[in-house]
């Protein structure tokens, strides 16, 4: 159920056909909260096929320059680490 809530957004627009995965939300929902778009309403954009995981096996290797000593997560580990919101500008190279 918590992945759901995080990967579906129902209200979205698909742009493409099956691959790449492209979508944005609806302008009339972006009208409606202006300058500050919430999470669940964000932009997709794929170059290529979007992977089939699963979120009950997937894990995610963190490792590098910003963890000298390489840990792996589990999905509903990294959802449940601490989050912080900020406003950000994304802007399309493509216009």
């Given at each position: 159920?918590?992945?759901?809530?995080?990967?579906?957004?129902?209200?979205?627009?698909?742009?493409?056909?099956?691959?790449?995965?492209?979508s944005?939300?609806?302008?009339?929902?972006l009208?409606?909260?202006?300058?500050?778009?919430?999470?669940?309403?964000?932009?997709?954009?794929?170059?290529?096929?979007?992977?089939?995981?699963?979120?009950?096996?997937?894990?995610?290797?963190?490792?590098?320059?910003?963890?000298?000593?390489?840990?792996?997560?589990?999905?509903?580990?990294?959802?449940?680490?601490?989050?912080?919101?900020?406003?950000?500008?994304?802007s399309?190279?493509?216009?």
């Open positions: 159920e918590l992945c759901r809530r995080h990967l579906y957004r129902r209200r979205m627009i698909r742009l493409t056909g099956r691959h790449p995965f492209n944005e939300p609806p302008l009339g929902l009208q409606k909260y202006r300058f500050i778009t919430p999470t669940q309403l964000h932009v997709v954009r794929n170059h290529g096929a979007v992977p089939k995981l699963d979120w009950e096996t997937h894990t995610l290797l963190v490792g590098g320059p910003v963890a000298p000593n390489p840990y792996e997560v589990s999905m509903d580990e990294l959802v449940a680490l601490p989050s912080s919101e900020f406003p950000i500008t994304l399309c190279c493509g216009n």
